[in-house]
Each structure stands twice: as C-alpha cells, then as structure tokens.
Nanobody, 117 residues
C-alpha cells in the first residue's frame, strides 16, 4: 500500500482559498485523487490525476479547484479558490497503483476544510 498524509486544511471565509497537499510514500506513478465527505453525505470524488497526467475535476468545482502533482510524484496538490460554505467537508487523498480504472486501495486519514459564510 501507499502511505498518504494530507495537510493544508483549515477554516476560511467564503470566497477564500486553501491549498491541500498529500504526501505519498513511497513516491511512484499512481492514479491519485481527492475525495471529500460532508456530514451526512456520501464521499464524492473531487478531482483525480491519472498515471499519464490526465486530470479530471468534478463539474461542481471546475473552475475553482485545480489538481496538480509535483514532478517527483511525491505529493499531490489541490488548489481551492472561491470557496463556498458547501465546500465544507473532510478531504481525503486516495491512490491506486494502476491506471484510474479500479477502486482506490490507499487512503489518507483526511484533513478538515471549513468554509464560513
């Protein structure tokens, strides 16, 4: 399994920005993604990056969230701009040691993002 640790969460006012990071160990070529889960809601995929660098961003955050990966593939980033109260959730990093076609097999413990109105 890949060990994943998220950081960068916190509390921000509506309209603000946060950048989340996910450190992966060992570094490697994986499908990696960001998920989030709000209280009482199902976990949803926010964005992912495939082994060839192809990215996907969910429609409801497109234009506000950007996923990125450092060249050494040691960390995954999620830049979140124009945050809204409905973005409040626990954000999780996930990895799959393959192309993005199967179930993620590694998860981080999560980092809380709270957006106040």
């Amino acid at each position: 399994q890949v060990q994943l640790v998220e950081s960068g969460g916190g509390t921000v006012q509506s309209g603000g920005s946060l950048r989340l990071s996910c450190a992966a160990s060992p570094a490697g070529t994986y499908c990696m993604a960001w998920f989030r889960q709000a209280p009482g809601m199902e976990r949803e995929e926010v964005a992912r990056i495939d082994v060839d660098g192809t990215t996907y961003v969910a429609i409801h955050v497109k234009g506000r969230f950007t996923i990125s990966q450092d060249n050494a593939k040691k960390s995954l980033g999620l830049q979140m701009n124009s945050l809204k109260p409905e973005d409040t959730a626990m954000y999780y990093c996930a990895a799959l040691r393959d192309w993005c076609r199967g179930a993620y097999d590694s998860w981080g413990p999560g980092t809380q993002v709270t957006v106040s109105s």
